[in-house]
């Protein structure tokens, strides 16, 4: 099975990625090898990209107070 390197491939990788930062999955719980064909490095990239994209964004946000209003 020949995989396509394209945009939609990328695409694909990257919100697998961002997927597994939401579901708390470490970075290096990628499901593509950093040394393996073309095919899986080319997972392995954008994977991550996907998965420090999302860390970054959650990093960004301002924090909310765990109980601002309780009981005010």
Known sequence: M?????????QDRFNEGKAAYAN?????A???AMLGS???RFGYRYWTQGW???????????RQP???SAGQ
Do not use: F, K, N, W
Request: with cysteine; charged share 30%; net charge negative.
């Open 2 to 10: 020949q995989i396509q390197l394209d945009r939609q491939t990328y």
């Open 24 to 28: 708390g999955d470490p970075s290096d």
């Open 30 to 32: 990628c499901p593509y």
């Open 38 to 40: 073309v095919e899986e």
């Open 52 to 62: 420090s994209m999302a860390r970054s964004e959650a990093e960004t946000q301002p």
């Open 66 to 68: 765990a109980e601002a």
